[in-house]
């Protein structure tokens, strides 16, 4: 079982539609948790870092359940700029840092 | 500002060659990183640095070098190239925070194709 899974997509979504993304991780010891945008052949970028309380930025926002080992982005009001791939981004202490596989989005008109 | 930068960008090698990925970053990070990206994987990281002068391995070290003789310059080495080591290579670097370690900020990556 890989450390971190993620469903690999494609997700297909009109514009203006709102989309959910799901990542879970095995290490119950997990300390910190980050949603990373990958665009078509470019570099990993922080999109949100993932808090107990949940967070939101806009139309973005990040829930973790620490019972349940999972984290989500849901996305509102979906914009063709949003395609990318997101990367689930669990930190289990030092260094390590464990990426998901990552989820594709794509945005259509 | 350039953040961090990494050359080439693109390389193909024949099995058995050795090569040298330059990661350069303009932020005065502490922290280093080499991952490797392959389809349907997430990054694993190959090794790290903490500061100038150290190295650690990662995830997966083998059939790889590295040094960090100047804290802004993160080399990794390939000695003898093997098909399997074809990929897409990204650095990172980062500062401590208050958790431990910062947001990772990532170099645009070499494509490394080994025939």
């Known amino acids: 079982r890989k450390e971190v899974e993620q469903d690999p997509g494609p997700f297909n979504v009109p514009e203006g539609a709102t989309v959910a993304f799901n990542c879970t991780y095995s290490?119950?010891?997990?300390?910190?948790f980050f949603w990373y945008r990958q665009d078509c052949r470019k570099e990993p970028k922080l999109l949100m870092s993932v808090y107990s309380s949940g967070n939101e930025d806009g139309r973005f926002t990040a829930q973790l359940n620490r019972a349940s080992q999972y984290i989500s982005l849901l996305i509102r009001d979906s914009k063709l700029s949003d395609s990318a791939t997101y990367l689930c981004?669990?930190?289990?202490?030092?260094?390590?840092?464990?990426f998901g596989a990552g989820t594709r989005l794509f945005v259509k008109a | 500002n350039a953040g961090v930068t990494q050359t080439p960008k693109f390389r193909v090698l024949k099995t058995g060659q050795s090569m040298t990925l330059l990661c350069a970053q303009d932020m005065n990070h502490e922290y280093m990183y080499w991952y490797r990206q392959d389809p349907g994987m997430g990054l694993r990281l190959i090794h790290y640095s903490v500061g100038e002068g150290t190295t650690a391995k990662g995830e997966v070290p083998d059939g790889y070098n590295v040094s960090r003789l100047k804290k802004q310059n993160f080399l990794l080495g390939l000695e003898s190239a093997a098909p399997s080591q074809t990929s897409v290579y990204f650095c990172a670097s980062s500062y401590p925070n208050s958790v431990g370690v910062g947001e990772l900020f990532f170099g645009e990556g070499s494509r490394l194709t080994v025939l």
């Open positions: 290490n119950s010891a997990s300390q910190s």
């Open positions: 981004v669990v930190r289990t202490g030092g260094f390590k840092t464990i």
